[in-house]
Structures are given as C-alpha cells and as structure tokens.
Nanobody
Framework: QVQLVESGGGLVQAGGSLRLSCAAS????????MGWYRQAPGKQRELVAA???????NYADSAKGRFTLSRDNAKNTVSLQMNSLKPEDTAVYFC???????????????WGQGTQVTVSS
C-alpha cells in the first residue's frame, strides 16, 4: 500500500556526519507530515525531527544545532543531515510519515524498516 524506503546510515566516528534519506511510495493521496525517530538499545523510540506540510521542522533538543531536516514535497522524500555526531546518537533510525491514502481517508502512520547509525568514540 505505502512503503517508506530508507537509505544512508552506517558507522562513523564521533564528530563525523551522515545523511539519511527516506522516500515514500505507493498509494499516497497526501502526506501530512514526515520525519525521523530513533531507538537506542533498551530505550523507547523518540522523535528526532519532523515537519508538517507547510510548516517548519521540529527538532528534539538533542538534535538542535546539529541535525537538519529537509523535505521534498514533489518527490515525497525527507532527509536528515546529521553533523557533529556523538556516540549517544547511536540508534536505529526510523522514517515516519502521516499519510492519507485516498480522498476522505483518515490519516495513517507509516514506518520505514529502520537504518542503523553507529557513532564510535
């Protein structure tokens, strides 16, 4: 129905940078919001950054000043540029989108499969 395909991630040293990208495809009428969450081992999934259509990005305090979220509405993509990475940024990062799949349909939440980001000290 709807797929979120993530790319990017990997292993980087502290202070380095990574870029995550996510593309939504399938039965999409409209996308209300897109963003990224992360989940570290033993911790709950948490918001990293998200943006609603027509709005400005919303960042977690831990991401402010280091991460930049960008969205291409025409391509249904969202990217997260992560700079000055820290070991505590190590987690599985999940793309998230609130999507209407048809006229009059309620918004549904979709998730990507997750991509590992590991920051070594």
């Amino acid at each position: 129905q709807v797929q979120l395909v993530e790319s990017g991630g990997g292993l980087v040293q502290a202070g380095g940078s990574l870029r995550l990208s996510c593309a939504a495809s399938g039965r999409i009428w409209s996308i209300n919001a897109m963003g990224w969450y992360r989940q570290a081992p033993g911790k709950q999934r948490e918001l990293v950054a998200a943006i609603r259509t027509g709005g400005s990005p919303n960042y977690a305090d831990s991401a402010k000043g280091r991460f930049t979220l960008s969205r291409d509405n025409a391509k249904n993509t969202v990217s997260l540029q992560m700079n000055s990475l820290k070991p505590e940024d190590t987690a599985v990062y999940f793309c998230n989108a609130d999507i209407n799949t048809g006229w009059g349909s309620p918004t549904s939440v979709f998730w990507g499969q997750g991509t590992q980001v590991t920051v070594s000290s």
